[in-house]
C-alpha cells in the first residue's frame, strides 16, 4: 500500500512541475526510474563518500570542474581556468548563470546567483566537517599562508576564485572534481544545519522533492539549470524516481516488468539467467534490453599485512616474498572472470593499476599469470615443500566478498597451502584490517578521482593503517621515491612511467594479490537514450531521453 501512495504521489508531484495532464504513459516518458539497493543516507556532498550518494548529488550539486565519459576534466561553474607559479596557483574564472535551486533559505525563496565567496565558504565548511576522506586529498596541500587568509583559497572578486598549492600536485583537478567539492549555498547550510543531507540545495540539474526513507527519493526538474545543448536547457526529463527495494530478485522483477528504467550491478541480477558465459546477454533478453558494460576503476584483491616489525607477520609464512608470490602464481584469475563473474571484469594480470586509466599499460607491468608449478617451486624456495611444514593461514573475507572464497581457497590448497577462510561482517572485516589485526584480506580499491596516484596512495609508506589506507603496512624506499616524484611532475607521460616502475615494484615485492579489475554493468530499458557510461562508473542524468512509443 505504501509503495502504491508514493508512485500516486510521484504523479501529483511531476504534475506540479509541469508535467502536462495525467496521462500515466505521458508521463513516464519524462521520469528515469531506478532502484538503489544499498540506500541512499545523505545528499550532502561532504557525504559523498560511497556511490550510492554520489549518484544521487551528482544529480543536485555541481564544482569548479566535472569530467568528460573520457575522464577528461572540463568546464563546469568554472567556465576556465590558468595556472600560475609552477602549478602552485589556480585562478578559476567563473560562469555568471549558475544560481542555487529555489528555496525557502533565500529571503523571497529564489534562488540566488552563485559567487566566488560561495566556493570559499563551502571549501571551508567541508574543512570543518571533516568527512570522511573528504579533507584528505586537498586540504594537506594547501598553502597556509597571509595572502590565503591561512586557509588556503580566496575569493578576489565575485567571479574568481583562487586555491594556492604548497608544492605542486598534477592530479589537482581531478581532485575537483570530486562531488566533496560542490558548491552549497551558506543559507541552506545555516538553516537547515546537520539536516542539510535530507534538504539538500545546489544548483545541479534536478533539486530536491520528497524523500521517504527506505521507499523513494524524489528529484524533479531544475528549470534554471545552467548547462544547454543545442540551446536546449538541459535537463530533459522531468524528475528522477528512486526506490530503495533491499532484495535484489524483487527489484529485477521490478526492472522486468518496466517498473524500472535502468538495473545496475552484477549482484542486481540472476547472472545464470541474464548473461552468457562471455558476459553478452542470453538469447532470452537480447534485444529486449540494453546491456551497458565497460571498464570500472576497481581493482579486487587480496591483501597481506607485510610489516616486518609486528609479531602477526613474524609468525606467519607470508613474511616471505618467494611465498606471496606464491599466491600470485597459484591464483587461475581467467577461471574468476569466465566462470564465477561470467565474463564481467578483466583479469588482474598487469598489475593493480585498472584498465580506464590512462596509466594502464599491460605491456609495461609485469603482472602474475597462472602457473601453479611456478607457484610450488617459489613455495620449495621458500622452505615449505612439504604441505605438512606449511602452517594454516587465515584468509579473512568480508560477507559481501564470500562467493569466490571457496574457489581461492581450493587453488591455494592445490599448490601446497593450507588455507582458513574466516567470513565476517562487513563493519568487523574493516575493524580488523584498519587496525592490522589480520595478515591477510580480501579488500577492493575504487579510484576516488581519475589517476594513479589514487591507487598507489594505499602503498605510500607515510599513509600506513589505521590513519592512512596502507593497510599492508608496505614500506619501500624505491616506491617512496617514485611515488613522491610522479606527485610533483607536470608531464602526463613521464608520469605514467613513473607509475608503471611503481607498479612493477609491488608486482615484484607482492603486498598485494590483484585478482581482477572490475567493470560496471546496468540493464537499460530500450525507450532510454542518452546515458552514457565512463569508467568512474557516474550515473549522468541531464542529457537522458526516453523515446516516445
Given at each position: 500500500m505504501k509503495r502504491t501512495l508514493l508512485f500516486a504521489a510521484t504523479a501529483i508531484l511531476l504534475q506540479t512541475c509541469g508535467s502536462g495532464s495525467g496521462d500515466k504513459s505521458s508521463e513516464n516518458k519524462r521520469v528515469f526510474r531506478y532502484n538503489?539497493?544499498?540506500?541512499?543516507?545523505?545528499?550532502?556532498?561532504?557525504?559523498?563518500?560511497?556511490?550510492?550518494?554520489?549518484?544521487?548529488?551528482?544529480?543536485?550539486?555541481?564544482?569548479?570542474?566535472?569530467?568528460?565519459?573520457?575522464?577528461?576534466?572540463?568546464?563546469?561553474?568554472?567556465?576556465s581556468w590558468e595556472l600560475y607559479d609552477d602549478g602552485r596557483e589556480y585562478t578559476?574564472?567563473?560562469?555568471?548563470?549558475?544560481?542555487?535551486?529555489?528555496?525557502?533559505?533565500?529571503?523571497?525563496?529564489?534562488?540566488?546567483?552563485?559567487?566566488?565567496?560561495?566556493?570559499?565558504?563551502?571549501?571551508?565548511?567541508?574543512?570543518?566537517?571533516?568527512?570522511?576522506?573528504?579533507?584528505?586529498?586537498i586540504f594537506k596541500l594547501l598553502e597556509r599562508s597571509e595572502r590565503t587568509n591561512f586557509i588556503g583559497f580566496t575569493a578576489p572578486n565575485d567571479s574568481t576564485f583562487k586555491i594556492f598549492l604548497d608544492k605542486p600536485f598534477p592530479p589537482f583537478l581531478e581532485i575537483l572534481s570530486m562531488h566533496y567539492f560542490s558548491v552549497v549555498p551558506h543559507e541552506a547550510a545555516d538553516k537547515y544545519g546537520e539536516d542539510f543531507g535530507r534538504h539538500p540545495v545546489g544548483t545541479g540539474p534536478f533539486k530536491f522533492k520528497v524523500w521517504d526513507e527506505g521507499q523513494?527519493?524524489?528529484?524533479?526538474?531544475?528549470e534554471n539549470y545552467f548547462e544547454k545543448e543545442g540551446g536546449q536547457r538541459l535537463p530533459y526529463l522531468e524528475a528522477v524516481d528512486i526506490s530503495f527495494i533491499k532484495d535484489n530478485e524483487i527489484a529485477f522483477t521490478e526492472f522486468l516488468k518496466g517498473n524500472f528504467d535502468m538495473i545496475?550491478?552484477?549482484?542486481?541480477?540472476?547472472?545464470?539467467?541474464?548473461?552468457?558465459?562471455?558476459?553478452?546477454?542470453?538469447?532470452?533478453?537480447k534485444g529486449k534490453f540494453v546491456l551497458q558494460t565497460g571498464p570500472y576503476l576497481k581493482t579486487d584483491y587480496l591483501g597481506i599485512l607485510v610489516d616486518p616489525r609486528m609479531e602477526i607477520v613474524k609468525e606467519s609464512p607470508l613474511h616471505l616474498k618467494e611465498v606471496r608470490q606464491a599466491i600470485n602464481y597459484a591464483i587461475d584469475?581467467?577461471?574468476?572472470?569466465?566462470?564465477?563473474?561470467?565474463?564481467?571484469?578483466?583479469?588482474?594480470?598487469?598489475g593493480f593499476i585498472p584498465e580506464g586509466l590512462p596509466s594502464f599499460d599491460k605491456n609495461k607491468v609485469k603482472g602474475y599469470h597462472y602457473d601453479p608449478d611456478k607457484s610450488r617451486e617459489l613455495l620449495r624456495?621458500?622452505?615449505?615443500?612439504?604441505?605438512?611444514?606449511?602452517?594454516?593461514?587465515?584468509?579473512?573475507?568480508?560477507?559481501?566478498?564470500?562467493?569466490?572464497?571457496?574457489?581461492?581457497?581450493?587453488?591455494l590448497e592445490d599448490v601446497g597451502f593450507r588455507i582458513k577462510i574466516n567470513i565476517n561482517q562487513n563493519s568487523v572485516q574493516s575493524t580488523l584490517v584498519g587496525s592490522s589485526r589480520v595478515n591477510f584480506f580480501r579488500k577492493s580499491w575504487v579510484g576516488d578521482y581519475a589517476d594513479a596516484q589514487d591507487f598507489f596512495s594505499i602503498f605510500y609508506s607515510k599513509n600506513f593503517s589505521p590513519e592512512g589506507s596502507n593497510y599492508f603496512h608496505f614500506a619501500n624506499d624505491e616506491f617512496d621515491k617514485l611515488y613522491e616524484q610522479a606527485c610533483a611532475e607536470p608531464s602526463d607521460s613521464v608520469r605514467y612511467g613513473l607509475y608503471q616502475r611503481m607498479d612493477n615494484i609491488l608486482m615484484e615485492e607482492s603486498p598485494v594479490v590483484p585478482l581482477f579489475y572490475d567493470e560496471f554493468l546496468r540493464l537499460v530499458q530500450n525507450d532510454v537514450e542518452g546515458l552514457t557510461t565512463n569508467p568512474m562508473n557516474l550515473l549522468n542524468l541531464k542529457r537522458v531521453k526516453k523515446k516516445a512509443e
Amino acid at each position: 500500500m505504501k509503495r502504491t501512495l508514493l508512485f500516486a504521489a510521484t504523479a501529483i508531484l511531476l504534475q506540479t512541475c509541469g508535467s502536462g495532464s495525467g496521462d500515466k504513459s505521458s508521463e513516464n516518458k519524462r521520469v528515469f526510474r531506478y532502484n538503489e539497493t544499498g540506500g541512499i543516507n545523505s545528499l550532502d556532498p561532504a557525504a559523498a563518500n560511497k556511490s550510492e550518494n554520489i549518484w544521487a548529488v551528482n544529480q543536485v550539486f555541481n564544482g569548479l570542474v566535472q569530467l568528460d565519459d573520457q575522464l577528461k576534466v572540463i568546464p563546469s561553474i568554472a567556465k576556465s581556468w590558468e595556472l600560475y607559479d609552477d602549478g602552485r596557483e589556480y585562478t578559476f574564472h567563473l560562469r555568471n548563470d549558475v544560481y542555487f535551486q529555489d528555496d525557502a533559505c533565500f529571503p523571497d525563496g529564489r534562488g540566488r546567483k552563485v559567487t566566488a565567496d560561495d566556493f570559499v565558504q563551502s571549501f571551508y565548511r567541508l574543512m570543518e566537517l571533516k568527512s570522511e576522506r573528504s579533507s584528505m586529498p586537498i586540504f594537506k596541500l594547501l598553502e597556509r599562508s597571509e595572502r590565503t587568509n591561512f586557509i588556503g583559497f580566496t575569493a578576489p572578486n565575485d567571479s574568481t576564485f583562487k586555491i594556492f598549492l604548497d608544492k605542486p600536485f598534477p592530479p589537482f583537478l581531478e581532485i575537483l572534481s570530486m562531488h566533496y567539492f560542490s558548491v552549497v549555498p551558506h543559507e541552506a547550510a545555516d538553516k537547515y544545519g546537520e539536516d542539510f543531507g535530507r534538504h539538500p540545495v545546489g544548483t545541479g540539474p534536478f533539486k530536491f522533492k520528497v524523500w521517504d526513507e527506505g521507499q523513494k527519493l524524489v528529484l524533479v526538474r531544475n528549470e534554471n539549470y545552467f548547462e544547454k545543448e543545442g540551446g536546449q536547457r538541459l535537463p530533459y526529463l522531468e524528475a528522477v524516481d528512486i526506490s530503495f527495494i533491499k532484495d535484489n530478485e524483487i527489484a529485477f522483477t521490478e526492472f522486468l516488468k518496466g517498473n524500472f528504467d535502468m538495473i545496475s550491478g552484477t549482484e542486481t541480477i540472476n547472472k545464470k539467467m541474464v548473461l552468457d558465459p562471455s558476459g553478452g546477454l542470453t538469447g532470452t533478453y537480447k534485444g529486449k534490453f540494453v546491456l551497458q558494460t565497460g571498464p570500472y576503476l576497481k581493482t579486487d584483491y587480496l591483501g597481506i599485512l607485510v610489516d616486518p616489525r609486528m609479531e602477526i607477520v613474524k609468525e606467519s609464512p607470508l613474511h616471505l616474498k618467494e611465498v606471496r608470490q606464491a599466491i600470485n602464481y597459484a591464483i587461475d584469475r581467467e577461471k574468476i572472470i569466465n566462470y564465477l563473474r561470467y565474463g564481467i571484469g578483466t583479469p588482474a594480470l598487469s598489475g593493480f593499476i585498472p584498465e580506464g586509466l590512462p596509466s594502464f599499460d599491460k605491456n609495461k607491468v609485469k603482472g602474475y599469470h597462472y602457473d601453479p608449478d611456478k607457484s610450488r617451486e617459489l613455495l620449495r624456495k621458500a622452505g615449505y615443500g612439504d604441505k605438512d611444514k606449511m602452517p594454516e593461514i587465515e584468509l579473512n573475507v568480508a560477507a559481501q566478498y564470500a562467493d569466490m572464497s571457496n574457489f581461492i581457497k581450493k587453488e591455494l590448497e592445490d599448490v601446497g597451502f593450507r588455507i582458513k577462510i574466516n567470513i565476517n561482517q562487513n563493519s568487523v572485516q574493516s575493524t580488523l584490517v584498519g587496525s592490522s589485526r589480520v595478515n591477510f584480506f580480501r579488500k577492493s580499491w575504487v579510484g576516488d578521482y581519475a589517476d594513479a596516484q589514487d591507487f598507489f596512495s594505499i602503498f605510500y609508506s607515510k599513509n600506513f593503517s589505521p590513519e592512512g589506507s596502507n593497510y599492508f603496512h608496505f614500506a619501500n624506499d624505491e616506491f617512496d621515491k617514485l611515488y613522491e616524484q610522479a606527485c610533483a611532475e607536470p608531464s602526463d607521460s613521464v608520469r605514467y612511467g613513473l607509475y608503471q616502475r611503481m607498479d612493477n615494484i609491488l608486482m615484484e615485492e607482492s603486498p598485494v594479490v590483484p585478482l581482477f579489475y572490475d567493470e560496471f554493468l546496468r540493464l537499460v530499458q530500450n525507450d532510454v537514450e542518452g546515458l552514457t557510461t565512463n569508467p568512474m562508473n557516474l550515473l549522468n542524468l541531464k542529457r537522458v531521453k526516453k523515446k516516445a512509443e
